[in-house]
């Protein structure tokens, strides 16, 4: 049987008919991507980062990303244990494939330590979005075996004069939410910021390597989506509700004057086989208020 572009044939999400390529450029309203696998290409870009190289936007001359590494980058799949090999995804072999002139596709067969498939289709959409379909099914039960699936990812901003993350958000204790301006003053402290509905507490045993994941701060977010701030631009994602999403954060991800502005996705009681998935949004464009993001991620939902 032939599969279109895609469309996945039964027990893989591998796409069929597509073109792969190493990098592939887009460009769509004002912004320009170059869309990346997990291989080293031009004279910067390091092998193990995948996702978006570059990002670029008419109002800006140079991308949001660390030139050495990458944004929406997949980078750990953990399951409470200390992982056995830290950056998994980046470690093995991912496809990029073209979908369309506005849409391109990242796989990853199975990995050989966690047995994760993955597949993310990013869509550029006018004039300041790119749309973010993520699916993964987990084939090795035994490596969850601490009741939830994480997975998380990394994007490396370049030298942004202003390192917070801004959400709104509110203490355990406290009544109302406010606008927080998070910061975390070392790599792994006070880096995850859950949901107020979040009360899942994960097992991590005590050496569990990927920091970032299990070192809680003391605010809690009330909608799905935060952002940050590069020059005279604004970075935001948008999560769909109903899903366990966390946000992270590092002040030093991508250098000592580059942090990570990062999110996770928990799956609590995964099954194998089994199709998962969430979708988001991330805006890049010129700053003009936090009530615009607001705005944005009401039109978005709103959809």
Excluded at 170 to 198: C, F, M, N, P
Aim: net charge neutral; hydrophobic share 40%.
């Amino acid at each position: 049987m032939i599969w279109a572009c895609g469309v996945k044939p039964p027990a893989s999400l591998r796409p069929m008919n597509c073109r792969e390529d190493q990098t592939i450029p887009l460009e769509s309203g004002n912004l320009k991507a170059i869309f990346v696998d997990n291989s080293a290409f031009g004279a910067q870009h390091l092998a193990g980062y995948n996702g978006i190289a570059s990002l670029r936007h008419i109002a800006e001359d140079s991308s949001l990303f660390a030139p050495r590494y990458a944004g929406i980058n997949l980078e750990h799949i953990f399951g409470g244990d200390s992982l056995e090999e830290l950056f998994e995804p980046r470690k093995h072999r991912m496809t990029l494939f073209r979908k369309s002139d506005t849409s391109v596709i990242l796989y990853q067969e199975p990995t050989p330590i966690s047995g994760v498939e993955s597949l993310i289709e990013f869509t550029l959409v006018p004039a300041n979005y790119i749309d973010v379909n993520f699916k993964c099914i987990l084939h090795k039960a035994s490596f969850f075996a601490h009741g939830y699936a994480g997975l998380f990812w990394a994007s490396y901003i370049d030298r942004p004069l202003d390192k917070k993350i801004y959400f709104m958000g509110q203490k355990k204790s406290e009544k109302e939410a406010t606008w927080i301006e998070a910061y975390s003053s070392l790599h792994g402290v006070s880096s995850t910021h859950r949901s107020i509905h979040d009360n899942l507490d994960l097992f991590f045993v005590e050496n569990f390597n990927a920091s970032l994941a299990k070192n809680y701060s003391d605010y809690h977010f009330v909608q799905p989506y935060y952002f940050g701030r590069f020059r005279n631009m604004v970075f935001a994602y948008m999560f769909e509700s109903g899903k366990l999403i966390r946000f992270a954060q590092s002040p030093t991800g991508g250098g000592p004057a580059s942090p990570a502005w990062d999110f996770q996705y928990i799956i609590p009681k995964p099954k194998t086989g089994k199709i998962y998935g969430f979708k988001f949004r991330a805006v890049y464009k010129p700053f003009i208020s936090r009530e615009d993001i607001q705005q944005e991620y009401n039109k978005w939902t709103e959809r």
